[in-house]
Nanobody, 120 residues
Framework: QVQLVESGGGLVQPGGSLRLSCTAS????????MAWYRQAPGKERELVAR??????TYVDSVKGRFTISRDNSKNTVYLQMDSLKPEDTAVYYC???????????????WGQGTQVTVSL
């Protein structure tokens, strides 16, 4: 059983910062890609940032403001969010593409989501 648990969301004023964390636990043989997605009310879920060995990508709207990082020893991915804007308000979801055992194929797992609200 694999679980992804996120933390770090909350309410912040425009221009402020938040740091999200997501830790994968359970039967994990290897993690390939870890990523953050978000979904705002009435909108589709979108990829915010992803990190794999040696490669990081961001959606254009967060470039220069958000930083994704990863601690492989802890199966944890972080999202440092600076200069937050009201349009960053959304539920943020952690995603991991991993193999539970050496016999398994890679599969996608999701966290439960954490609310980020940017408002005065």
């Amino acid at each position: 059983q694999v679980q992804l648990v996120e933390s770090g969301g909350g309410l912040v004023q425009p221009g402020g910062s938040l740091r999200l964390s997501c830790t994968a636990s359970g039967n994990i043989f290897n993690i390939n890609v870890m990523a953050w997605y978000r979904q705002a009310p009435g909108k589709e879920r979108e990829l915010v940032a992803r990190i794999s060995s040696g490669r990081i990508t961001y959606v254009d709207s967060v470039k220069g403001r958000f930083t994704i990082s990863r601690d492989n020893s802890k199966n944890t991915v972080y999202l440092q969010m600076d200069s937050l804007k009201p349009e960053d308000t959304a539920v943020y979801y952690c995603n991991a593409n991993l193999r539970a055992t050496w016999r398994d194929n890679y599969s996608n797992y999701w966290g439960q989501g954490t609310q980020v609200t940017v408002s005065l």
